[in-house]
């Protein structure tokens, strides 16, 4: 495909050009390899995969193949690495938010009714030991209690044989080889000769056992413990009853706006839902304004012209900046701990208090902010360094002899001046805090839990780690509802980041217009 | 200059460092009694900053080797931090790299190549920049787990994985090397189509030679981005071989096994190399940083 397109532009182009031969083998190279892989991930009932692979190979060999994209070609690994990294995750994830997929609906149709038709139950009465003997062209089972034994068998797919009384084989397998056949083995149904028929009931045995569920049709099963007919339910990702009762494992399917409903109308998760926002939204404001706040009053004293040791101050300052978050994050773990962290042991020793900084929730939220502080005051202060320089000297000199006094200067002045180029960065520091995870999930875990809750719910959850722990640590793994609500945080950080995209313009304007 | 006068300075003065001082002791105080406790005797104990009985034990399981205490019983390292240490720089270094290649090569095309759509490619970008890999964690595992099935390489609890979605990062880096391309003149490049480079040629011999500060502040940012990275790694790692440090040390302090005094030396033996590197990058990173987000 890609060769044929391209000699036909070089016959226009009249002029056989030798030097293209090993970018478009290489091209070539590249798009069979991605055409395989997108065949191969079909094949394994994984189409969307494979879609994305095809994709990506009509690209490549378009944007390399063909002369025409040639500025195309320093754009398309980036934008190629954009859409797959982050637009499909994000779309995944919204996709996954009208699925019911969770712990309880994992799997596909097929394998559910797999895993269901799979189990039975062993009638220890028949349960007797077996081996396996070597034959010219595969195994014979050998039952060493009844004295019969099998027809060869493969074992290396599904098979069915008979059993029939025998001598006992001379080339038997020791249990350890046994076992390594165990996949064919459990394949396998043997037939005594009164009728009954044998599985493979544990790593030595065979016994009788009568299966849980019994396919009858494409949408149905038999449950043999009591003869009731159980029917896929599309809808909802389950067999049910005749009586509505769901059987476990279910499969993933689309439940459309379920998810959503249920976060809006069932009590249990719209209560602690709304209380987490509002906290995310506090959180992340407070974050922003404290260090903020700190990064601006250590920058100011660190511009002061009479300051002697400047650099050592600035170094010693970003400190908690350089030092890697988790770990700064667990240092304070252990420090607030009630009782044995440092800090409870001087507040003891000074004022006679011990704060239960984790069990209490309003004290967990005073840490969080303290922690979090802590760790961004660096930042705001090596920005506010860098735009306090852009203000003119003479502005301030000038008001200073007008009999300003220096807090008026700062407010009147400075202030004004440096605000409008540090909006989108604060605007970023915002959406940052928004999404915070790290430091939830490293200080808090969102706890201590908000009473009554459905679904786990701390004081200190922001909604990204109130969904992280709704998907990977709680039993239930609700990956469906928590990719609803992740849609819900998507919808407040595209309209953050639409802001930002508003004041980065006006700032790049403003400077425009100044230069 | 306005001329204030001199007891006036002198008290401001004091001021100043007096309040800087304190509050520097505040700030640095958890440094302080972390390398107090990484020296102290078991892993529970509480005492003064300089310890009163100071011991290698947590430093000797922190390196991997088993610390024999006086009364002769021998202690083995809780978990493999040198293992852990390996993963994230490996992980760092692989994904680092990758990302700078991506960037460095976009940023080129955004500054330099006329390509139709690119003011609409860039503003999606900037919007697009601003959805953290992180939020899509559940997209995430359900998409390795499903990758898994096919080959294990892709799976969950592999570093391939970690590494190929840590790709995402480049949206974050391409700003900056394209604020770095932009400030250089376009005579440079007209020179060269001139005398007859391709775009290529131009980006291979000039540009690129003329990138490499810029390239390495970048390498070191997505380097520490990536060994910092908690979420992630903690979704789509799950053996304690594979994990990196920033998933291995949250099981220093779990609430059934706390281990504090053998995390504290932990913390400072991988915090430190990392600090060290910062601290370095950090005078490029500030300006990168703003200008990044002001030019676009």
């Given at each position: 495909m890609t060769a044929s397109v391209d000699l036909a532009h070089k016959d226009k182009d009249q002029v056989p050009r030798l030097a293209a031969v090993p970018r478009l083998v290489g091209v070539g190279i590249v798009t069979l390899g991605l055409l395989f892989g997108a065949f191969y991930l079909y094949m394994l009932a994984q189409p969307l995969f494979g879609a994305i692979l095809l994709a990506l190979a009509v690209g490549v060999a378009i944007v390399f193949g063909t002369n025409r994209f040639y500025g195309a070609r320093f754009i398309f690994p980036g934008v190629a690495a954009v859409l797959i990294f982050i637009a499909f995750p994000v779309i995944y994830t919204i996709y996954l938010g009208f699925t019911n997929y969770s712990s309880f609906n994992l799997l596909t149709y097929e394998r559910a009714v797999s895993v269901l038709t799979a189990r039975g139950t062993v009638d220890p009465e028949t349960e007797q030991p077996f081996a396996v003997a070597r034959d010219d062209d595969g195994y014979r089972i050998w039952m060493p209690e009844a004295g019969l034994l099998s027809e060869?068998?493969?074992?290396?797919a599904p098979a069915e044989a008979e059993l029939t009384p025998g001598d006992s084989p001379i080339d038997l397998l020791t249990p350890r080889d046994a076992v390594a056949l165990r996949s064919g083995l459990q394949a396998l149904v043997l037939t005594t000769p009164d009728g009954r028929e044998l599985r493979n009931s544990g790593l030595r045995t065979f016994a009788t056992v009568t299966p849980d569920f019994i396919r009858i049709d494409e949408d149905s099963l038999l449950r043999t413990a009591d003869d009731v007919t159980l029917t896929a339910d599309h809808g909802r990702g389950f067999f049910v009853t005749p009586e509505g009762a769901t059987v476990p494992p279910g499969w993933r399917v689309n439940i459309g706006f379920g998810n959503f409903e249920r976060v809006f109308n069932s009590r249990g998760i719209r209560g602690p839902m709304v209380s987490i926002f509002i906290w995310t939204l506090i959180f992340a404001t407070a974050s922003v304004v404290l260090t903020f706040a700190v990064g601006l009053t250590l920058a100011v004293i660190l511009q002061w012209e009479h300051l002697r040791f400047k650099s050592l101050y600035r170094i010693l300052l970003i400190l908690p900046y350089a030092v890697p978050a988790f770990i700064s994050i667990l240092v304070f773990r252990g420090l607030f701990n009630q009782n044995f962290g440092e800090i409870n042991l001087i507040l003891n020793a000074l004022f006679g208090i011990s704060p239960t900084w984790f069990t209490d929730g309003t004290l967990a939220r005073v840490m969080l902010l303290i922690v979090n502080t802590w760790l961004g005051y660096p930042y705001m202060m090596l920005l506010a360094m860098g735009f306090l320089q852009s203000v003119p000297a003479d502005h301030k000199k000038a008001a200073a002899l007008e009999g300003a006094s220096s807090a008026r200067v700062f407010f009147t002045i400075t202030l004004p001046q440096i605000i409008p180029p540090f909006l989108p960065l604060l605007i970023a520091a915002f959406a940052f805090n928004f999404n915070n995870l790290v430091l939830v999930l490293l200080l808090t875990q969102g706890l201590p839990d908000i009473p009554g809750t459905v679904i786990p719910a701390g004081q200190t959850d922001i909604l990204a780690s109130f969904t992280y722990r709704m998907a990977f640590n709680d039993s239930s793994q609700q990956f469906g509802l928590a990719g609803a609500i992740t849609l819900l945080i998507f919808v407040v950080v595209a309209a953050i980041s639409y802001l930002n995209f508003v004041a980065m313009r006006r700032a790049a304007n403003r400077r425009a217009g100044r230069v | 200059m306005i001329v204030e006068r001199p007891a006036d300075l002198r008290r401001k003065k004091i001021l100043a460092h007096g309040f800087l001082i304190i509050f520097l002791v505040l700030i640095l105080f958890p440094f302080l009694v972390v390398v107090s406790i990484s020296f102290r005797e078991g892993n529970f104990a509480t005492g003064?900053?300089?310890?009163?009985?100071?011991?290698?034990e947590h430093w000797y399981l922190a390196l991997g080797l088993n610390y024999t205490r006086a009364n002769g019983t021998v202690v083995t390292p809780p978990y493999p931090v040198l293992l852990w240490m390996w993963n994230s720089i490996k992980i760092g270094v692989i994904a680092g790299v990758g990302v700078l290649a991506l960037s460095t090569i976009s940023a080129y095309a955004f500054s330099r190549i006329r390509i139709r759509g690119k003011a609409v490619l860039l503003d999606s970008l900037f919007l697009i920049?601003?959805?953290?890999?992180?939020?899509a964690l559940v997209a995430i595992y359900a998409i390795f787990d499903a990758l898994g099935a096919v080959t294990p390489v892709m799976g969950l609890d592999s570093h391939v994985a970690l590494i190929a979605i840590y790709l995402s990062a480049v949206t974050l880096h391409i700003w900056t090397i394209k604020g770095y391309f932009d400030s250089i003149d376009t005579a440079l490049d007209k020179a060269a189509a001139i005398d007859g480079a391709t775009p290529w040629q131009t980006f291979r011999y000039i540009f690129l030679p003329l990138a490499v500060p810029i390239m390495s502040v970048v390498f070191v940012l997505a380097f520490i981005g990536f060994v910092n990275d908690y979420p992630i790694a903690s979704v789509l790692i799950r053996s304690e071989a594979n994990m990196t440090l920033a998933v291995g040390s949250r099981l220093y302090l779990n609430e059934f096994r706390y281990l504090w005094g053998n995390f504290a030396a932990a913390a400072i033996l991988s915090g430190l190399p990392i600090t060290v590197v910062f601290l370095i990058a950090q005078r490029y990173l500030v300006s990168g940083l703003s200008d990044g987000a002001v030019k676009g």
């Open positions: 060869p068998v493969t074992l290396d | 003064s900053i300089w310890p009163s009985n100071p011991t290698l920049q601003m959805f953290p890999t992180t939020l």
